[in-house]
């Protein structure tokens, strides 16, 4: 079992300081819940208060309507088709829309739906050319009922500035015709939205947050594994999945956490040379037996894999010598937030 821990106080203190900085933020809930899952970032996003969360996808609406009461925001474009064609007319969720052909089907079947219209951005996955932009602000004048809620920016992340970048989407929207609506934006630093605030001062900005909302205080999360069971091993003794031999005397142990979870195989601890190889043999053989380092960690201390992880469960070598926990400890588990799926969250 994988299980994580919320330091509550420290998790909602980060929460706060970033609201804090900027307080238009819409907080994002997508995929695995970065981590903690959707319908627990849902609640967060109740106690803090925000009038819209944003979710991935279509499907993920599910996991959060009845937690979080305010507006939805569907972060994937409408599609004439899959679970956004499905969607019957819902007050609280807003459309993404990035083509005309998109704009028209959707006022087909939903006239007085709530949209924001996304911009093509140097990322290049999706939304409107300034040239498409335009014809989009044309065709809304034929369609009253639609609610314009914003105009959506999706950037990339980290490098240079992209105030020159966005600065230029606002020029095509301004080119476009179009009132000014909120911006919703992602991955500008606070420097960046404040001199966008001084730039465009009749604009709304609102940033789309997940990682800095919900990981900002990595020191406020920690993963831990349930150790299921320990068998000693002497030298040679075969073990696990592919019959292999134990390196050395020691203890198969037995812990939660898997494929299943999003566990995966660290990189081998030895180097690839052959000189390295050698030194490793002379070590005692651990690296050239081709065991690779785990992500599990007893006593502060890494672990390797006595082979690869299983569905559920892991098997790591521990040597002789080295500390065995007991069955029902748990050990510390490092992981990819954004990857993992635990068993349990505990909010402590
Ligand atoms: C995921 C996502 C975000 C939030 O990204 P973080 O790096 O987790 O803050 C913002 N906007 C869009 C369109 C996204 O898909």
Do not use: C
Request: proline share 6%; net charge neutral.
């Amino acid at each position: 079992m994988l299980t994580l821990h919320v330091d509550t106080a420290r998790f909602r203190a980060n929460q706060h300081l970033t609201l804090g900085k900027a307080p238009t933020l819409v907080p994002v809930a997508k995929g695995n819940g970065y981590g903690l899952g959707n319908a627990w970032l849902a609640e967060e996003a109740r106690l803090l208060g925000v009038d819209t969360l944003a979710v991935g996808t279509y499907d993920e609406l599910a996991e959060v309507r009845d937690v979080f009461t305010g507006s939805l925001l569907v972060l994937t474009p409408w599609r004439p088709f899959g679970s956004a064609a499905v969607q019957t007319h819902d007050d609280r969720v807003i459309h993404t829309i990035g083509r005309i052909s998109d704009l028209r089907d959707l006022a087909e079947r939903d006239p007085n739906a709530r949209i924001v219209l996304e911009q093509r951005t140097s990322m290049l996955r999706h939304g409107f050319t300034a040239q498409g932009l335009r014809e989009a602000a044309e065709l809304l004048d034929s369609l009253p009922g639609l609610q314009v809620e914003g105009v959506a920016l999706h950037l990339p992340m980290g490098g240079a500035s992209h105030l020159s970048e966005v600065q230029r989407l606002m020029n095509d929207q301004v080119a476009a015709g179009l009132p000014p609506h909120p911006v919703w934006v992602s991955h500008l630093s606070d420097h960046e939205l404040a001199e966008l605030a001084r730039t465009w001062p009749e604009y709304a900005f609102r940033p789309r947050t997940g990682t800095r909302l919900w990981l900002g205080d990595r020191g406020a999360l920690r993963v831990t594994a349930t150790v299921l069971d320990a068998h000693p091993v002497a030298r040679g003794d075969v073990f696990g999945y592919r019959g292999r031999t134990a390196p050395k005397d020691g203890t198969i142990l037995v812990v939660g956490g898997g494929t299943a979870h999003g566990i995966g195989l660290e990189a081998p601890t030895g180097a690839s040379t052959l000189k390295a190889k050698a030194g490793a043999l002379a070590r005692g053989g651990m690296d050239a037996a081709g065991f690779v380092r785990s992500p599990y960690s007893i006593g502060g201390k890494q672990r390797l894999f006595a082979e690869p992880p299983h569905m559920q469960a892991s098997m790591l070598f521990v040597p002789n010598g080295s500390a065995v926990p007991e069955i029902g400890d748990e050990i510390d588990v490092r992981v990819r937030f954004t990857t993992t799926t635990v068993d349990r969250v505990v909010f402590s």
